[in-house]
C-alpha cells in the first residue's frame, strides 16, 4: 500500500511537506513518483526518486520548487513543496514503479491528498 498525508490548505507563497507511507515492500527495491491532477485536467508526472540509488528526476515545471526525499527506515517519500501558488491546487499522488524510467508502468497508487492554495 501507499498512502500520502501532509495535504491541506496553505497560502500562497507558503510550503508543504507532502508523505508517502508505503507498505509491504522495501523502497530501495522500487522507485516512488510524485504526480498531481486537479479537476478536469490532466494528470502531471512531478517527480521520481529511484529505489537502488535514491537518485531523484523532476520535471521542468517544478524544478526549483519541489524536492523529493525519502528516508529508507521509516519507509517514507517526502514531496516538499515551496513558493506555492493557486495553480498548484490539486490532489496529490505517490505511486510504484521498478524504475524511474518510462519503460516502467506505475502499478501501485495511493489514495491521494488534496492541496489547496488560496488567500
Known amino acids: 500500500h501507499l498512502v500520502e498525508s501532509g495535504g491541506g490548505l496553505v497560502q500562497p507563497g507558503g510550503s508543504l511537506r507532502l508523505s508517502c507511507l508505503a507498505s509491504?515492500?522495501?523502497?530501495?527495491?522500487?522507485?516512488i513518483g510524485w504526480f498531481r491532477q486537479a479537476p478536469g485536467k490532466e494528470g502531471d508526472g512531478l517527480s521520481c526518486?529511484?529505489?537502488?540509488?535514491?537518485?531523484?528526476v523532476y520535471a521542468d515545471s517544478v524544478k526549483g520548487r519541489f524536492t523529493t526525499s525519502r528516508d529508507i527506515a521509516k519507509n517514507m517519500v517526502y514531496l516538499e513543496i515551496t513558493n506555492l501558488q493557486p495553480e498548484d491546487t490539486s490532489a496529490y499522488y505517490c505511486?510504484?514503479?521498478?524504475?524511474?524510467?518510462?519503460?516502467?508502468?506505475?502499478?501501485?497508487w495511493g489514495q491521494g491528498t488534496q492541496v489547496t492554495v488560496s488567500s
Open positions: 509491504g515492500f522495501k523502497l530501495d527495491s522500487y522507485a
Open positions: 526518486i529511484n529505489g537502488n540509488t535514491g537518485s531523484t
Open positions: 505511486a510504484r514503479a521498478k524504475a524511474c524510467s518510462s519503460e516502467y508502468k506505475y502499478d501501485l
